[in-house]
């Protein structure tokens, strides 16, 4: 199954004590980067969401951002008295030594660091919550935003098979052209052979007939155009379908026109070949967006 590398999804996990959020997007990308954002304090949970993105897809740029709601009866904050103690007995000292006038103020002293604590995630059941919490959600998300991407790969795969007939019968013309022109060249050379034959032995004539072989015969490029487009056709009907794969054999099958175009001088067949070159650049933009 084709899927594309555009997705998107926005889920929530309502529990008792918090509601986790997650929102999950991708476009294209060459390779995978995955980049995850998340609230203070839950910084370690970064590797499970990694981990769960990293197995969920081949290629793309993803991001994951989570938001972290809780509780009202939770959000409350207990004075560290120790640390505001230490803070008050050190600033009293500098005061002094300054010579300030002006003694140090309580509310100045709860602006500093470590003067407050949140009890959010002090409890360990609180962080059970969270954990089963955020599974959850990515699960949820995960398959919502897999879900986006098959039916945008469905879209490509349509295009893309829609396209690749058109290549196919591009060279089935050229193919047809060309034995109307092989023939055409050949006895043209033939008769240059004639005009030679009273003035060079028979090597030379060997050496002609398989110059115009090298340098007109096209069989072998079409034989591989046509087996390169059945593997492609084998590619798009698997299970697990590779844009990187795709690409590659695109580049291949481009070749193969290319080879044919400057082989041969018919200029019906040149043109064609120029028609079946753009057939592969319009699969190979529809491509880069396939995972």
Known sequence: MMKSMTGFSRVEEKRDLCTVTLELSSVNHRNQEISVRLPGGVSHLEPLVQQRLRVASRRGKIQARIDISWDSSLKTSRIESEVLK????????????????????????????????????????????????????????????DSMKATEGEHLQTVILETLSEFDKTMKVISERWVFSRDSVIENQKERIRQILDTVDENRVAQEIALVADKWDITEELARSCSHVDKFLAIVHNNEVSGKTLDFLLQEMNREVNTIASKVQDSEVRWLAVEAKSFLERIRELVQNVE
Request: charged fraction near 35%; avoid cysteine.
């Open 86 to 145: 230490g803070y008050a007995k050190e600033l009293e000292r500098i005061r002094q030594e300054l010579g300030f006038k002006e003694e140090v103020k309580l509310e100045y002293l709860l602006s500093l660091p470590g003067t407050l604590s949140s009890s959010e995630m002090d409890a360990p059941e609180l962080e059970d919550i969270l954990l089963d919490a955020v599974r959850n959600v990515l699960e949820r998300g995960v398959k919502e935003w």
